[in-house]
T-cell receptor, first 114, second 111 residues
Framework: DGGITQSPKYLFRKEGQNVTLSCEQN?????MYWYRQDPGQGLRLIYY???????QKGDIAEGYSVSREKKESFPLTVTSAQKNPTAFYLC?????????????FGNGTRLTVT | QKEVEQNSGPLSVPEGAIASLNCTYS??????FFWYRQYSGKSPELIMS????GDKEDGRFTAQLNKASQYVSLLIRDSQPSDSATYLC???????????FGTGTRLQVFP
C-alpha cells in the first residue's frame, strides 16, 4: 500500500531543543516537499528536493534544515533558531521533478513547542 | 497583491445546492492549477487538477479555468454535509516552478 508516512503525529518539545520530523515515501517519487501550515493560513514551503543529495530552500527556510540521502526519505529538523516553531507540518511528494504534477501529502505532524 | 487569493469564507450553502469556490492568481504565466480539500486537522487531498482553459468535470466537481482573467473556480453540485471542509487553490508557474497555495475557503454545507 503506497503512500507517505509522517511520524510522529504529535510532537511536544521545550523551547531551545532541536527536533526532527520524519517523512518516508514508498511511491518512488522523485520530488519531496516540506510545508508549514498555521491556523487559518495556507501552506508555506520550507524546503524541497527534486533529486537525492540535492535540496533547495523554499519561502521560509530560516531555522530549518533537511537532508535527502535516500530517495524515500526527507527528514526535517526544526532548530532552536526557528522563532515560532509551533505549527502543523506537512510532507508531500510528486512523481515529477517540476511542480506541474499534483502533490501527495502525508498525514502531517503537529509540533508544539513551549 | 497575494500570488493566489481566495475568499476565506465561510461559504454556507444548503444541502443539495451548488457551491461555487473562486480563486484568482497574479502570475500570468501560471500553467497548472489544483484544488485540494482539507478537513479540519487533516492533510490536504487532491480534488481536481486543470491545465487548460475551460471546464473539467469529475463526478460532482467541476473546475473552471480562465487564464485571460486569471481565475480558477471549483463548483460542487448537490453539496453534501460531508463536503464541509476548507478548499485550497494551488497554482504553479513557469517562472518559479513552485506550487503556491491560497489560504483556502471554508465551506459549510448545512442539512
Amino acid at each position: 500500500d503506497g503512500g507517505i508516512t509522517q511520524s510522529p503525529k504529535y510532537l511536544f518539545r521545550k523551547e531551545g531543543q532541536n527536533v526532527t520530523l520524519s517523512c518516508e515515501q514508498n511511491l518512488n517519487h522523485d520530488a519531496m516537499y516540506w510545508y508549514r501550515q498555521d491556523p487559518g493560513q495556507g501552506l508555506r514551503l520550507i524546503y524541497y528536493s527534486q533529486i537525492v543529495n540535492d535540496f533547495q530552500k523554499g519561502d521560509i527556510a530560516e531555522g530549518y534544515s533537511v537532508s535527502r540521502e535516500k530517495k524515500e526519505s526527507f527528514p526535517l529538523t526544526v532548530t532552536s533558531a526557528q522563532k515560532n516553531p509551533t505549527a502543523f507540518y506537512l510532507c508531500a511528494s510528486s512523481p515529477s521533478r517540476t511542480a506541474n504534477s499534483p502533490l501527495h501529502f502525508g498525514n502531517g505532524t503537529r509540533l508544539t513547542v513551549t | 497583491q497575494k500570488e493566489v487569493e481566495q475568499n476565506s469564507g465561510p461559504l454556507s450553502v444548503p444541502e443539495g445546492a451548488i457551491a461555487s469556490l473562486n480563486c484568482t492568481y497574479s502570475d500570468r504565466v501560471s500553467q497548472s492549477f489544483f484544488w485540494y480539500r482539507q478537513y479540519s486537522g487533516k492533510s490536504p487531498e487532491l480534488i481536481m487538477s486543470i491545465y487548460s482553459n475551460g471546464d473539467k468535470e469529475d463526478g460532482r466537481f467541476t473546475a473552471q479555468l480562465n487564464k485571460a482573467s486569471q481565475y480558477v473556480s471549483l463548483l460542487i453540485r448537490d453539496s453534501q454535509p460531508s463536503d464541509s471542509a476548507t478548499y485550497l487553490c494551488a497554482v504553479t508557474s513557469y517562472n518559479t516552478d513552485k506550487l503556491i497555495f491560497g489560504t483556502g475557503t471554508r465551506l459549510q454545507v448545512f442539512p
